[in-house]
T-cell receptor
Framework: QKEVEQNSGPLSVPEGAIASLNCTYS??????FFWYRQYSGKSPELIMS????GDKEDGRFTAQLNKASQYVSLLIRDSQPSDSATYLC??????????FGKGTMLLVSP | GAVVSQHPSRVICKSGTSVKIECRSL??????MFWYRQFPKKSLMLMAT?????????EQGVEKDKFLINHASLTLSTLTVTSAHPEDSSFYIC??????????????FGPGTRLTVT
């Protein structure tokens, strides 16, 4: 049974701070890792993908992957109230579908 | 690029009727599309994998005769909720995988369809 675990939150951070979102996965052969952002009442939006160990930066977002620890994280720098959403971690293990975590709710207060 | 549309965005139907939801990949071809359902404040639940030109693969517990999936072209998959009941009211979201893309694992989501059965 492939599992992706996330803390449900909410994670509360003040505006301008760094938000750190974490995800662990169970399948060691996982190949691709994604972060989706989902606003309330909307569908998920792909914001980051990462495939190899290390960091990947895109604007205010940094994804970090550690395959040995089966751990992937998302850092959001200079958090804004508009970043308030649920962040879904998704893992692809070579089978047809992605396995999603249940998501972490992020609240950024002005 | 990688835009997925869904139609309708909202639909209200009476109990016992059927509703069809369309999912289209607008700027890429998708041999594989996925249908999800999400209840309020709950996580995404994969219902089925839609394969162009072949039968859909349903997840355990999803009634294939109630949720009919057709994937007749490389850019269109449809989900028909048959004999809808109030408990079928939910947010239905499709996603698609770019068949010609370099990353076959990446999925792009449509905007979702909110179904209310009265």
């Amino acid at each position: 049974q492939k599992e992706v675990e996330q803390n449900s939150g909410p994670l509360s951070v003040p505006e301008g701070a760094i938000a750190s979102l974490n995800c662990t996965y169970s399948d060691r052969v996982s190949q691709s890792f994604f972060w989706y952002r989902q606003y309330s009442g909307k569908s998920p939006e792909l914001i980051m993908s990462i495939y190899s160990n290390g960091d990947k930066e895109d604007g205010r977002f940094t994804a970090q992957l550690n395959k040995a620890s089966q751990y992937v994280s998302l850092l959001i720098r200079d958090s804004q109230p508009s970043d308030s959403a649920t962040y879904l971690c998704a893992v692809y293990s070579g089978y047809s579908t992605l396995t999603f975590g249940k998501g972490t709710m992020l609240l950024v207060s002005p | 690029g990688a835009v997925v549309s869904q139609h309708p965005s909202r639909v209200i139907c009476k109990s016992g009727t059927s509703v069809k939801i369309e999912c289209r990949s607008l700027d890429f071809q998708a041999t594989t599309m996925f249908w999800y359902r999400q209840f309020p404040k709950k996580s995404l639940m994969l219902m089925a994998t839609s394969n162009e030109g072949s039968k859909a693969t349903y997840e355990q517990g999803v009634e294939k005769d109630k949720f009919l999936i057709n994937h007749a072209s490389l850019t269109l998959s449809t989900l028909t909720v048959t004999s809808a009941h109030p408990e079928d009211s939910s947010f239905y979201i499709c996603s698609a995988r770019d068949s010609g893309g370099s990353d076959r694992s990446k999925q792009y989501f449509g905007p979702g369809t909110r179904l209310t059965v009265t």
